[in-house]
Nanobody, 124 residues
Framework: QVQLVESGGGLVQAGGSLRLSCAAS????????MGWFRQAPGKEREFVAT????????YYTDSVKGRFTISRDNAKNMVFLQMNSLKPEDTAVYYCAGRSTLYASGQSYEYDYWGQGTQVTVSS
């Protein structure tokens, strides 16, 4: 079992930055690919970014490319999402997710573990 706890959300003005963190329990964190997803009010959950077990491979949804960066620290069982140049349309609850394979994925149904989410609100 893996437990995921997100932190770092909040209220920020458009153009600002936030760094989300996800702390994972378990001794095999380095064997898990990780991802970030988000869900805005009235919308379905969508893929944001994913990273493989080593951190060498990352993928992003088009709308965040060049603005968001996913990274991980396997020694600390942490995954991060650095969000820059935030826009009002980035407002959502952001979820950290883990899948018990080495390889990254943008498909939510391929993830086995989910955090409770952290709210990000970007004001215009």
């Amino acid at each position: 079992q893996v437990q995921l706890v997100e932190s770092g959300g909040g209220l920020v003005q458009a153009g600002g930055s936030l760094r989300l963190s996800c702390a994972a329990s378990g001794r095999t964190f380095s064997n898990y690919a990780m991802g970030w997803f988000r869900q805005a009010p009235g919308k379905e959950r969508e893929f944001v970014a994913t990273i493989n077990y080593s951190g060498r491979s990352t993928y992003y949804t088009d709308s965040v490319k060049g603005r968001f960066t996913i990274s991980r620290d396997n020694a600390k069982n942490m995954v991060f999402l650095q969000m820059n140049s935030l826009k009002p349309e980035d407002t959502a609850v952001y979820y950290c997710a883990g899948r018990s394979t080495l390889y990254a994925s943008g498909q939510s149904y391929e993830y086995d573990y989910w955090g409770q989410g952290t709210q990000v609100t970007v004001s215009s």
